[in-house]
């Protein structure tokens, strides 16, 4: 199974910040790589497919790289509706598998 | 647009069985493939299984295999998770997702979700 390893595990971050979250894949991926948001009791929401391509409806604040085994979440102007826990998936092979999660708090 | 709706969930004791459902709307059911992800109270999200389109293909995390069966009803726009010999590991939110694809044609996994029904194993 590929394992996939986020960091950091959590991070706080102000209002207007930049943060970048990484994930790296226990072996290569190719882009197959996608990025969910979850918020407390509601269910996670997909960002980012193909390592960078947003979903539809999703800002450009938004904004995903990588290939092969590393990757990264950006997340542009920081606003109070960002913050929530952030998860990688890959979908290169099954069983899928997903990320430990990176909470991003208020500083 | 997409809705997807959770049902079944509930307590039941350890060896017992529970089957979940989930009933979408919105769009042709038939034309993709489903999963089940779970989230443990306070924990990260794993995926559970995957069905194709057509029930054809399935797939399933190892912590489940061979106690868990995914199955669907194109008929009636409903995936199942049938769950038997639940363990105390098994309590968890569980939220059914819907692939999409790309004008290209590429697939991409669990695009939308559905709000999770709560499963608590406990004796």
């Known amino acids: 199974d590929i394992q996939m390893t986020q960091s950091p595990s959590s991070l706080s971050a102000s209002v207007g910040d930049r943060v970048t979250i990484t994930c790296r894949a226990s072996q290569g991926i190719s882009n197959y790589l996608a990025w969910f948001q979850q918020k407390p009791g509601k269910a996670p929401k997909s960002l980012i497919y193909?390592?960078?391509s947003l979903q539809s409806g999703v800002p450009s604040k938004f904004s995903g790289s990588g290939s092969g085994t590393d990757f990264t979440l950006t997340i542009s102007n920081l606003q109070p509706e960002d913050f929530a826990t952030y998860y990688c998936q890959q979908y290169n092979s099954y069983p899928l598998t997903f990320g430990g999660g990176t909470k991003v708090e208020i500083k | 647009q997409v809705k997807l709706v959770e049902s079944g969930g509930g307590v039941v004791q350890p060896g017992r069985s529970l089957r979940l459902s989930c009933a979408a709307s919105?769009?042709?059911?038939?034309?993709?493939?489903m999963h089940w992800v779970r989230q443990a109270p306070g924990k990260g999200l794993e995926w559970v299984a995957v069905?194709?389109?057509?029930?054809?293909?399935?797939y399933y995390a190892d912590s489940v295999k061979g106690r868990f069966t995914i199955s669907r009803d194109n008929s009636k726009n409903t995936l199942y998770l049938q769950m038997n010999s639940l363990r105390t590991e098994d309590t968890a939110v569980y939220y059914c997702?819907?692939?999409?694809?790309?004008?290209?044609?590429?697939?991409?996994?669990?695009?939308?979700w559905g709000q999770g029904t709560l499963v608590t194993v406990s004796s």
């Open positions: 919105g769009f042709t059911f038939s034309s993709y493939g």
């Open positions: 193909a390592a960078s």
């Open positions: 997702a819907k692939d999409t694809r790309t004008i290209i044609g590429v697939v991409i996994p669990c695009s939308n």
């Open positions: 069905i194709s389109y057509d029930g054809s293909n399935k």
